[in-house]
């Protein structure tokens, strides 16, 4: 249990990141990311009326989807999606954000046929060619798009990017991963999110075009 002090400054970091997106004419969305953090945080939040949260791996989200039942939430995956839990992350979420391979979105659509409803997918560009990172070169980004449109039970929705943390500034980035989402919405008109920006960035991000911004550290 959080006591109440630890309560009421998560609600006014979070209230605080509400009122930066409202500003901005509240079209953008605030999605939060929770790995790390207690299934009692998580419920402090949906009681205050968050409904999307972001987790990195299947095996610590698990407990916490399951403990939110009661609350009528929507889960993102942002981390890296492995062969092995694709089902399972088909089933009980409702985007992944980190789709960077032809078979994993096979994978991933097989495991969703059940579902009335698909699969909200985006597609991890890795625009600053770094090796270690997630992420498909944006060359090849609309090969994949192409093939990701035709699984029959995922929506491509849209691109996400985490820059290096290496730079001061991310303006440039996400300036092309603006251009470049542009452009992949001329050919597959299903693409209205651009997932961008993170407790230090968010504010660039929104500037240079995201629709949804992944914020842990700068509420937890
Ligand atoms: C952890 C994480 C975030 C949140 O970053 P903060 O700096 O804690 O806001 C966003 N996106 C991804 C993919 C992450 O892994």
């Known amino acids: ?15 605080h ?8 004419a509240g079209k953008q969305d605030l ?5 790390n953090q207690s299934a009692d945080h998580i419920a402090v ?14 095996q610590e989200a698990e407990q916490k ?17 492995q062969r092995n839990k694709a089902a399972k992350i088909a089933a009980h979420f409702d985007w992944v954000h980190s789709l960077d391979d032809d ?13 009335a409803r698909p699969l909200n997918v985006c597609i991890q560009v890795n625009i600053s060619h770094e090796d270690q990172k997630g992420g498909i070169e944006p ?4 090969g994949l798009a192409d093939k990701v449109a035709v699984q029959p ?23 092309d991963m603006h251009s470049l989402w542009v452009d992949l919405q001329q050919r597959h008109p299903s693409v209205d999110t651009l997932s961008m920006g993170m407790s230090a960035d968010y504010l660039e991000a929104l500037d240079a075009g995201a629709t949804m911004v992944r914020i842990g550290r700068g509420i937890f």
Do not use: C, T
């Open 139 to 142: 060359d090849d980004l609309f």
């Open 31 to 35: 999605l939060v990311v929770s790995k």
């Open 65 to 81: 989807i399951q403990a939110q039942g009661h609350f009528p939430l929507q889960w993102h995956f942002i981390g890296r999606v």
């Open 17 to 24: 990141f509400k009122s930066a997106l409202d500003e901005r």
């Open 103 to 115: 078979l994993i979105a096979q994978s991933l659509s097989r495991a969703r046929v059940d579902n």
């Open 45 to 58: 939040l949906a009681e205050a009326g968050q409904r999307a949260f972001a987790e990195n791996y299947w």
């Open 1 to 15: 249990m959080l006591s109440q002090n630890d309560k009421d400054g998560l609600l006014k970091r979070y209230a």
């Open 153 to 175: 039970h995922l929506l491509l929705r849209g691109l996400m990017v985490i820059p290096s943390k290496a730079v001061l500034s991310n303006r440039a980035v996400f300036e």
